[in-house]
Every structure is written in C-alpha cells, then in structure tokens.
C-alpha cells in the first residue's frame, strides 16, 4: 500500500488527472439529452447487434472454409477486432479525440473521414435489405403451414410480408431517438436466439441418420475460406429443413422475429451516420422522422425488387466490414504512433494491415469469379414423402 502511495503522488498532476478522468468516464458516465441508457440496456442491444441474426449464417461459414479453418478463422477475426478496438482506444488517446469518426478525420483529413462514413452507412444498410429479405423468405414458409392458406393467399407473397413487417414494426421501431429503448426487444431477441440453437441441436441429432454424406466434409480448409469471412454475419441454415417440419417451422418463426427485431439496430447506425455528415450529428424531429423513413423505404424497395443478394452481401462484408475492422483502425495507429518501427503495436497493426489488403483484393476477386449459388425454397433429399415419418420427430428414433 506505501509503495502504491509512493507511486501515485509520482505521477505528475496531468497524467494523474488524465487517469482520474478516465476512470470517472467509465464508471460514472454522465448522462446526456441524447440519450439515458444504462449497461445492462447497452449491453442488450449490442449482443443484439453481434450475435442476434448473424450466428444463425456459420454454419455456411464453416462449410465454405472448411470446419478446422472455419473455426480458427472464427478466432482469429475475434481477435482480430478486440485488438482493433484496442487500437482505436490508443489512438484516440494519441490524437485527443473521442469517436471512431473523430480518430479518422484527425488522422486522415476529411477525405478518410468521408471514406469511413460512406463504409460505417453501407454495412448496416446492406444488412437491413437482407434482413427484409429473410423475413420474407422465412415467414412466407410459416404462413404456408397455416391450415387454410393456400398458394394464392396473400401471406405467400413475400413482398406483401416484407411491407407488412416494416409498416407494422420494423418502421415503428426504428423512429425511437434513444436506442435504449430497445432494451427489452433486444433482451427478447436474445431468448428467441436461444431457443433457435436449441432447435437446431435437435434437428442436428434427428436429421443426422438422414442426411448423406458430404464428400470431404472434415476437409482442413477449402479454395473459398476468404468468402466464408464475408458471409460469417449472413446466411439461413432453416434453409436445410424441410418446408412441413413442424420444429423447423417455430424455429422459422422464432428467426424472423429476432430479424425484425435487431433491423432497427441497423436503422439506428444508418442514421446517426447521416446526422454526423449532413447535420452535425443532430437532427430535429422532423429531420429525424424523415431520414429514418427514407432509409427504411429504399432498403425495403431494394429487398421488393431482389431476392439474392448473396454476392452483394460477400462484398459488404469484404469491401466494407474488412476495412473497418481490420485496415482503417491499424492505419490511424500507425500514422499517430510515436513508438519506434520494431515495437509490438507497431509490428502487430502492420501485420493486421496487410492481412486486411490481401483479404479485401483476394475476397473481391474470388466473389467476383466464384459468387454463391443463389437458391431459394430447394426442397432436400430427405423431405421427399417417404421420409415424413422419420424427419417431422422431436426425437431421434430408437
């Protein structure tokens, strides 16, 4: 305890006021008019945002990789991004700035920080138009089971789902200015989630004697791994089951309520990335309203009009999600670092930043060269009549 007092009334007065600072940020944030949310609120909607929809695509990140390589690119982009987000922490303190957008524009000028924001927009409007497109393609599969609605009725359509869901919830929803209150609908995404992997477990053990073999399925690694780092966020395994699954069918419908219910996460980002470049990061009411609703009528016009976006999604996730994640937060470093060439930091960010170049050139190429096949409805080998006995259990049979 001496030696600690000894060590605190070294510091010099700045530095000690910098630490105080700090500590006061992060234990005692001060609330703003923009908005009241408290960590267990915050700590909803972001496992809402990162885990919500997008585990339900690894699977077909894993397929696409290979599981051996799947499962270590899995951790390595995990790490990847917490030392990013470190980075970025050490960069702000280098630069006196804040926010992601502050770092950027300090370090780069206007120009990078142009760059950042059209990318920041771009990601989450990109997964709003694949969320619409999911929770047409999903729910239409649900409805269909509904005794009485047949292949002429309306729920079929998933146009007619898809404007449904955005004017009765997801519009609604997504005009809330303080992201707080999603709270609970996060809170309630994260339950459906795990009854999602619940049922995905069973139809793996139930499923599994029907389902045949895949030639080279345990393969280490497969030609398109880096695809597979574009499409980890997207993807539909319910698109493996059979359409009169009564299982599957919850699972479906417990799926595309949790799409809808993380779409205004994304609404929220759109947003704020056009107030912070148009409008000084404040927007009136009547701004407000309009913004959100031009962005979610042209991401739900797109989803009307197309129903595969699995290329533009791969690149989303390569020209977009890549540079954010892995290039742009080593770039401000390394310009802002003050630490000599052979110092880890350094060592560590330039090695992210060239992984971050190859995986955007070699991902656009192979997209472009090797886009995924884009199907949709394919009924399986094991949905054929002759299986329904079998494959519509709960249970695996004895």
Known sequence: MEQHARQERQLPSSAHQIETDDRTALVCKPRTKGGNSDLPSAGFNVINSIIGSGIIGLPYSMKEAGFPLGVLLLVGVAYITDYSIILLIKGGNLSGTNSYQEL????????????????????????????????????????????????????????????????????????????????????????????????????????????????????????????????????????????????????????????????????????????????????????????????VAVATSISLVYDCLGIVLELNGILSATPLVFIIPTACYLKLSEERWNHSDNLISGLILTIGVLLVTVGFVMTILHPQECSHGKEMVYCFPNNASVYNSTLPPF
């Not at 089971?145 to 609604?172: A, E, H, S, W």
Request: charged share 10%; glycine share 6%.
């Open 104 to 295: 950027v524009n300090k370090s780069y000028g206007f120009i990078g920080y142009l760059i950042l924001s059209i990318l920041q927009f771009l990601y989450p409007f990109i997964a709003m138009i694949s969320y619409n497109i999911i929770t047409g393609d999903t729910l239409t599969k649900v409805f269909q089971t509904i005794p009485g609605v047949g292949p002429d009725n309306l729920l079929t359509y998933r146009q007619v789902i898809i404007l449904c869901i955005t004017i009765i919830f997801t519009l609604p929803m997504s005009l809330y200015r303080d992201i707080a209150k999603l709270a609970k609908v996060s809170f309630i995404s994260l339950i459906l989630t795990t009854v999602i992997l619940i049922i995905v477990m069973i139809r793996a053990a139930t499923l599994s004697p029907l389902v045949p073999k895949t030639e080279n399925a345990w393969i280490f690694a497969k030609s398109n791994a880096i695809q597979a780092i574009g499409v980890m966020s997207f993807g539909d395994i319910f698109e493996n089951y059979c359409r009169d699954d009564d299982l599957a069918t919850f699972g479906r419908f417990c799926y595309g309520v949790t799409i809808i219910l993380t779409f205004p996460i994304e609404c929220f980002v759109t947003r704020e990335v056009i107030a912070n470049v148009f409008f000084s990061g404040t927007l009136t009411t009547i701004l407000h309203v309009a913004v959100t609703v031009i962005v």
